[in-house]
């Protein structure tokens, strides 16, 4: 348990500092690929939790293909790959408060209503099929709308695009 407990922290570090590179670095395409080494280090932590399905599907469904859907997005849409201009002065005291708002508010909302309890000991083992029954039975509609929200992206990435 020693070991596992090792290589989350030290995962769990990785993806922090990743997460603080994306939000700080000036070069979009940087940014996503930042972005990917959060995603691997959330599947990485969901292989240590013994979540085999939810790890192999943030791997081929986030960093597979949403990122790819995002840096079609960024190409199509001639985003300024290079530098991009930096916040002024006076914007950080507003983010940073914005930023320590959002969380404290989030924080109260998680103590609020998850406070008092504690994890369930139970030893229930899902199985990957149940997964697969519940999103293509009951969540079906969601999961395709989904899907059309993607596709609908990626047709308003192009538009944008061919303007010219």
Known sequence: ?????????????LTVLAGL??????????AALFLVAVLG????????LT????????????????MVLFLFGIMLTRAPIGRIPQMTGASWPVAALSALALGGIIAYALI???????????????????????VFSQYIIPFEAVSVLLLAALIGAVVLARRD
């Open 1 to 13: 348990m020693v070991a596992q407990n090792i290589a989350f922290g030290i995962i769990a570090a």
């Open 21 to 30: 590179g994306m939000v700080t670095t000036r070069n979009v395409v940087h």
């Open 41 to 48: 280090g959330l599947a990485a932590n969901y292989v240590l």
């Open 51 to 66: 979540a085999e399905f939810i790890a192999t599907t943030q791997v081929l469904v986030y960093i597979g293909a949403v």
């Open 112 to 134: 609020d209503r998850f406070g008092a309890d504690s994890l369930a000991d139970d030893s229930t083992v899902f199985r990957t099929a149940d997964v697969g029954d519940s």
